[in-house]
């Protein structure tokens, strides 16, 4: 079967997370002469398969990473979100763009293959829109205690901008969640004097916290920017000064930032207030050398199908490709144009799609 036929019947389940909705034994029966694990944790359902194309444990291991669950459709959709419908070249369906088209490639290369000088294998799951707690992590887990963890993996999530090319990514930023307190005195607006308003404390503070780049960036990163997301105090009167002050903020962190960075920027500006600060890092950067085997192989094979050169970043949100990152597998990240994921009326070119299928397969024999 080709990518497109695939993806088709893969819309057609209504995985929405945590449920593959029966997508994992579509997939087993598409490539059956693959070994098949059942990782299941919590609720979450997750799938490994692999093949051994040289005696079991000599050659290279390369995966292909990708998840099956998808977010609710939502109102406003012009057809069944989950019907695959295709109209003057294009795809529409949940999850045509995040990520079933790149799964759906991926599968149509990896089946086709007959020969590949180690171990190829897929990790799927059905819990990256979610907590993503008990997906693709545990897989991982798994394997590390197996000794198996792949050398290099391929993750199909949609990555171009503008055209199809455009765009593979070697890295992902980091995100660094903050919650600051400060503490002062309620009172009678009539009365500041007798009273501590910390609103008035973090105003001439706010400028040198708010937007702030706390690193140049590189090359691959932007800087790491800290994003003020929300600021409450008071209660909503106007004759009572304000008794604390809840400020919100995320940082994107590039490699050159961590979470111990920002805790100590933080605190220095906020020297002299009663404060408390509260991080938690819930994704960090990564970032694989531009210079290896599997970034040169997908460059490579994205210039010999599309004609042009692809440029290698770091933009965007967070994906599993964090997870292996962490594991030091070299990852990188390539599939469709980005620019209807999560929307009602989903779509994917269906030229796109064929050209994924024959990027991965050009990728493939370049091993």
Known sequence: MNALAILKDLIRFPSITPDEAGSFDYIQNLLHDFHAV????????????YKDFLPSGEGTHLSFAGHLDVVPP??????????????????????????????AAFLAAVASQDAFPGRISLILTSDEEGDAKYGTVEVLKYLKEKNELPACCVVAEPTCDKRFGDMVKVGRRGSINGVIEIKGRQGHAAYPEKSVNPVHQIAPVLSKIAGIDLDAGDEFFAPSKLVITDIRGGMEVTNVTPGKLKIMFNVRNSTKTTKEDVERYVSEQLRGLDFTLTLAQSAKPFRTNADSSVVRNMAEAIAAVTGSETTLGTAGGTSDARFLGEYGVETVEFGVVNDTIHAPNERTEVAQVEMLEKVFKEFLRRF
């Open 38 to 49: 059942r990782i299941d944790v919590e609720g979450v359902k997750n799938l490994y398969l």
């Open 74 to 103: 939502g109102e406003g959709w012009a057809s069944d979100p989950f019907e695959a419908v295709e109209k003057e070249g294009w795809l529409y369906g949940r999850g045509t763009q995040d990520m079933k088209s790149g799964v």
